[in-house]
């Protein structure tokens, strides 16, 4: 994963969804902000009060991993004391009428206990802890820290089970792979800031629908397939639901 260096860009024409239209969500960050957890970058994020550097790379993780838990620890604290928003259930109650699948940037479980039931985690989930000695040895956290000398069942000690900075996407084709046969595709809540996730919006087929919702719409190249939603996602989201059930 890597910030933003250089914009995509394959525009396409428009259409409407179909009934049973496979509808993609690629969200960001901006969808949790309405149930309080914070965004990373505009006013308030996150990155104004850590650096990148400190807490979200495998070097700072070499450094000083004491500090890269208590980063992951408090922020894993906070999530249960928010709630899903409009948004994340918006997105939920869509798998009543589509197929639905939502490809998160976040590491938040919003939109799992919104009731999403098809979830591809991008860059990891705070919610759960890893190996440093086994990448496949994955360990549910329900809310607990991870602290210096909690180790996995080889003894290894535990690290969260995010990508930072610098490291691979596991599930990067995955993610390619389900936007290109995308019939609708809504770009939710991100500054596409950071690639390769950004470039998945531009990868879905000519004939899909675009949609793309955020307060400030981003200057990114490219977004003018995009039907531009300059509204927060509990707002927005519930009413393109509403549209599209009714198409
Ligand atoms: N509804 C919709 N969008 C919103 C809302 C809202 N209520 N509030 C803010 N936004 C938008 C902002 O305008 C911004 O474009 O959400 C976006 C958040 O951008 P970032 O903070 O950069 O988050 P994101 O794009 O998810 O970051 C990508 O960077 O730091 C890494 O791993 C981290 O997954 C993250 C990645």
């Not at 239209?21 to 308030?44: N, P, W």
């Not at 950071?194 to 949609?211: D, E, G, M, T």
Request: glycine letters at 8%.
């Amino acid at each position: 994963m890597r910030e933003k260096s250089a914009a995509a860009s394959n525009p396409d024409a428009m259409s409407g969804a179909t009934p049973r239209s496979h509808i993609v969500v690629l969200s960001g960050a901006g969808i949790s902000a309405e149930s309080g957890i914070r965004t990373f970058r505009g006013g308030g994020g996150l990155w104004h009060d850590f650096r990148i550097e400190d807490v979200a790379t495998p070097e700072a993780w070499q450094r000083d991993p004491e500090r890269a838990l208590g980063f992951y620890n408090v922020r894993r604290r906070q999530l249960y004391s928010v709630e899903p928003n409009a948004g994340h259930r918006a997105l939920a109650g869509l798998e009543r009428d589509f197929p639905v699948t939502i490809i998160t940037q976040n590491i938040d479980n919003l939109h799992e206990r919104a009731g999403s039931s098809n979830i591809l985690h991008l860059h990891g989930a705070l919610d759960k802890a890893r190996s440093t000695a086994d990448d496949a040895l994955i360990y549910d956290l329900a809310g607990r820290d991870i602290r210096l000398g909690n180790t996995c069942e080889l003894g290894s000690q535990l690290r969260p089970h995010v990508v930072w900075f610098g490291e691979m996407v596991p599930e990067l084709e995955r993610a390619e792979e389900i936007v290109r046969h995308a019939d609708v595709l809504i770009v939710v809540g991100t500054s596409f800031s950071v690639y390769p996730a950004a470039n998945l919006a531009f990868l879905a087929p000519s004939h899909a629908r675009k949609v793309l919702v955020n307060p400030e719409i981003p200057d990114t190249v490219g977004l003018d397939a995009f039907e531009c939603i300059g509204e927060p996602a509990a707002r927005a989201l519930p009413r393109l639901a509403e549209e599209l059930r009714k198409r």
